[in-house]
Structures are given as C-alpha cells and as structure tokens.
C-alpha cells in the first residue's frame, strides 16, 4: 500500500488549491481524481472574485490567471451589478475566465510542485483508525494517509461514508444548461420567467450558442434529454432554434445544503462536497478555494506535529459560518430573481438600495470575499481580518506584503521600533520582517483603521495578531496558530 501524508479525493478547482497548499508547506500529498485529463464537461464557473484573486495574488500565480481572463466588475446581488472598482484593494474588479481555464492553470502549477495525482480512479471507500485512514480506489488499489480530505463535489461519496449529515433545503427551481448549435435565437435572449432568468448567449467566438433555461417542473437526478432541452427551449422563446450538436447538456438546482461538520476525525471535507447551492452570484468555486487556502496550512501543520490536532476545529470554526452565509445570500438571490410583478418591486427597490454607497460597498464586499472576518476575539479591527497588501519598505527594499507570503508561511511583520519584540522560540516557524509603511491603513468596508505597530500574518493571509506597542497576546496568538514553543 502507497503512503501519503494527506489523500485529497476529488482535484477540482478545491483539491488542486488544497493540494498546492499542502505541497508548498512539503507535505507529502496526492490527488485521486475520477477524471483522465482536466478536461470538464462544461464551462460552468465564469470567474473569479477579488479575494480568490488576492489569494493567488499571496501566493505569487495571479498573474497566471488575469493573463488569460478578462479583468471586469464581476460581483452582483440578483443581478444587480456592484461595482467595487473603488475598494482598497490591488484587484478592485473579479475576472471572467471559464472554469475549465481556471482548473488548467491549477493543475498547471500542482504538476510544477511535483503532487502526485492518481487518474481515471475513484475513491470507493475508507476506514480510518487511531494514525490514520486506508482509501479504497475502484481499480483495486489502496492508499495509506494520516488525513483523508473530500474535495470530491456536491455528491462527495467522502461525506456520506463519513457519517456528515447534510441539511438544508430542497430545490425550488430546476435549470437546464446546455452549449449546442443554433439557428435564429432571438436578439433579446435574457428573458424573466415566473421562477427566474432564462438566457442564451454566444460562446466560442459567436459559433455554439449558451443556454441556461428554467424547466416547468422542478427535476433532479436523472440526466436530463434533447427532449428536455427542447421543450425548455419552446416554453421560453416559442421555438426550439433547430438545437443540435449539443455538447454540454446538464441540469443543476438551487437547492441548499451544507454538512453539519467539516471533520469527522482524520477525515475532512471542501468546496463543494461541504456546501451546495444555486450558483447566483459566481460564489461556489470561489468558497472552495478559500477553503482549501485555510485548511492547507492547519493540516501542514498537524501532519508535521508542530500544531495539535485541535488546530483543524478552527477550520470548521472558522470556514463553516462563511458558506453558511453564502447559502443565505444565494436563497435570497434566488427569490429575488423570480419573475412575477411583486418580485419585480423587490427586486428594484433593493436595486435602489445597492446604488447607496454603504449598502453597495457591503454587498460589493460581501460577494467578493473581501469582508472575511473570522472570530479571533475582541481588538483592533485587522484581528481576524485579510492583512491588506501594503507597499513596505524593508531593509531588502520595497516589498509587498502578499509577495511575503508567497511560501504559505506566517509573518510577524514589525512596524515599530527594530527588536522590541521577540519571538525567538518561533524563529524557524514564523518569518520576521522589519518594515517600515506611512501611508494610509484601509479595510474594505470599514475604511481607515489605526495603523498598529506589528501585526502577526498567518499564511492564508489573515491577521492573527495586532501589536500596539508591547507584546500583549503574543505568545498566545503564536502558541494558537502556530504551536508551543
Ligand atoms: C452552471 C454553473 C455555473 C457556476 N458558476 C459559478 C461561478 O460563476 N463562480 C463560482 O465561483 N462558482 C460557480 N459554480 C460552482 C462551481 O462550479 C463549483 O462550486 C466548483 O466546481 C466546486 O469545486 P470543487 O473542487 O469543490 O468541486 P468539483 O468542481 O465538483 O470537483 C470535484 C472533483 O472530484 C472528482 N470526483 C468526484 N467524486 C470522486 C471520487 N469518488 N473519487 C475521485 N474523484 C472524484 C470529480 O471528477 C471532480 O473533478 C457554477 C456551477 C454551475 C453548475
């Protein structure tokens, strides 16, 4: 049996983040992925928001992805669009970039880091015990790892075989989507049904044509057929544009689900496996990614055995209450996109609404990640926040504050007097930097904030610490994120 410190099941846009993650603190991980190639069936994401961006951004890739996407504001509440090209932020747009580019680069730069990725194999199985978990594969082979983590989609057979229960809600509207030819689609092609949208839209040059389109009855499950494609087709637009060659037909819902428990022992769960909902808004593959970025540094750490187990409950802590919200925002997007006249009126009244600076600028930030706050207590307001990416003067010269984070290590960034603080027991774990910065401290959404002294960076870039002058809290913040001493 082949051993690996970690076993990620599933290498979507989430495995393969988490992947990379793991290879960059240099554990020992592999990916085992149903599919032979990258190849997706379809193109369904279309992008990415600014803080996925301003995670690559961390960890030095970003440029992979804007060379290939179209920069644009990206972030919409019912379609309503949000323009967060004011936010202080270096990627103050999101990017239009199918998700099957997306996955390419990925899986691009997993191959670079040397992961180990099993193809064509499904993880049919598992049994962990007190050091670890033994994965069964559909060819009939095994893998030996100390973590098991399910990045394996809405269906995660992870989650199932893990006991994690999935609440949530039942679908209330069923979409069919499918890229095929046409003949003759009409100019006005976005069109409001009772339950919501309908759209067409040329893809590939203008060549094959983009459908997504309500079906009359709620389905699920079963595949759906031309048949299907055609009847949705002439309930919308009265014809059914001679629909052929059709490469991608596939149904997804708006239902709603999120497991109750991200770990249960060795074994965990991200993306989509953890939390499903209706796609309004762009935000799936962009949780997921988040996710990954702030599971791979915990589990490094635990597979290393600086930090205790107990480290992995501030995924769940942490990460479960973001998707939670986003199943809120996304049902209640879905509503608002229903078609009928009351509808309608809630829609424009929230659109006059989203024109108002602060309900813009909390929705923009909403949407595009950029107001992440994790739990770490009371204090300055960057506790728990993203750590902006300054412009420093160290003594290397100019730097930028996501260029240190570019290994996936934590950063005890010194802002005040050279020396007063120390952190010697940590030195091998946490990088320090002198830096000096005179400019202005702003957060999306809270605008200016006190400039601290220090500030202790963990590797998903998130503020772990808030120095003002002495070492108050130090030791501890230290010991919590990054172990004993
Ligand atoms: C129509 C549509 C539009 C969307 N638009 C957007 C958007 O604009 N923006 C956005 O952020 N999100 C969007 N999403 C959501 C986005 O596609 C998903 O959130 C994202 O793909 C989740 O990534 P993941 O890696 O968690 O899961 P997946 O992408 O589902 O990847 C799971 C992987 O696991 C593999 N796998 C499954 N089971 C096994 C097994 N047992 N063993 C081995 N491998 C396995 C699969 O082959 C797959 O590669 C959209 C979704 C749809 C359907």
């Known amino acids: 049996m082949t051993n690996h410190a970690v076993v990620i099941a599933g290498g979507g846009p989430t495995g393969l983040m988490l992947a990379a993650e793991l290879a960059l603190a240099k554990v020992d991980v592999a990916i085992v992925e149903r599919r032979a190639t990258q190849e997706l069936a379809g193109s369904r994401a279309g992008g990415l928001h600014s803080r996925t961006l301003e995670v690559l951004d961390q960890r030095g890739v970003v440029e992979r992805f804007l060379s290939q996407g179209k920069i644009m504001q990206v972030a919409g509440f019912a379609m309503i669009r949000l323009d967060i090209s004011d936010f202080p ?67 995660s057979l992870v989650r199932k075989l893990a006991g994690l229960d999935f609440p949530g809600w039942d679908p209330s509207v069923s979409y069919l989507i499918a890229e095929a030819q046409m003949t003759g689609e009409p100019e006005a092609s976005v069109r409001r049904g009772d339950k919501g949208i309908n759209a067409l839209g040329r893809i590939d040059d203008g060549k094959r044509v983009r459908a997504v389109l309500i ?38 819902t708006d239902t709603t689900r999120q497991a109750a428990a991200y770990r249960n022992q060795r074994v965990l769960l991200a993306g989509d496996a953890a939390h499903i909902h209706a796609p309004t808004g762009g935000q799936g593959l962009n949780v997921g990614v988040q996710d990954a970025v702030n599971l791979g540094w915990k589990l490094a750490q635990v597979v290393r055995g600086t930090s205790p187990e107990t480290l992995l409950d501030s995924y769940h802590a942490e990460r479960h209450p973001v998707a939670a919200r986003v199943l809120r925002n996304t049902m209640a997007q879905t509503a608002l996109m229903r078609g009928d006249e009351r509808t309608l009126a809630a829609n424009e009244s929230m659109a006059e609404l989203l024109k ?130």
């Open 89 to 155: 932020t270096r990627h103050n747009y999101g990017l239009g970039l199918w998700q099957q580019r997306i996955e390419e680069i990925l899986a691009d730069w997993v191959r670079e880091l040397a992961v180990p990725t099993y193809r064509s194999r499904d993880v049919t199985g598992f049994t962990q015990d007190d050091t670890g978990v033994d994965v069964e594969l559909s060819d009939g082979g095994a893998l030996r790892a100390r973590y098991l983590v399910g990045c394996d989609g809405g269906r």
């Open 215 to 252: 079906e009359q009855q709620v389905k699920q499950g079963d595949e759906p057929t031309l048949d299907d494609l055609r009847e949705a087709l002439i309930a919308v637009y009265g014809s059914d544009f001679d629909v052929r060659d059709v490469t991608w037909l596939s149904r997804f």
């Open 356 to 485: 108002l600076d602060e309900p813009r600028k909390r929705y923009g930030a909403m949407i595009s990640g950029l107001d992440i706050h994790y739990d770490l207590g009371a204090g300055h307001p960057l506790l728990g926040r993203r750590m902006p990416d300054l412009e420093l003067v160290t003594d290397g010269g100019v730097r930028r504050v996501f260029a240190l984070l570019h290994a996936a290590r934590p950063v005890l960034l010194n802002l005040g007097e050279p020396g007063a603080l120390d952190i010697a027991p940590w030195a091998e774990r946490v990088r320090w930097v002198n830096a000096r910065y005179d400019g202005e401290w702003e957060l999306p959404v809270l605008g200016g904030v006190a400039a601290p002294e220090a500030v202790l960076i963990r590797p998903d870039g998130h503020v772990a610490w808030v120095g003002a002058g002495t070492d108050d809290g130090l030791c501890d913040a230290l010991t919590t994120w990054f172990g004993a001493p």
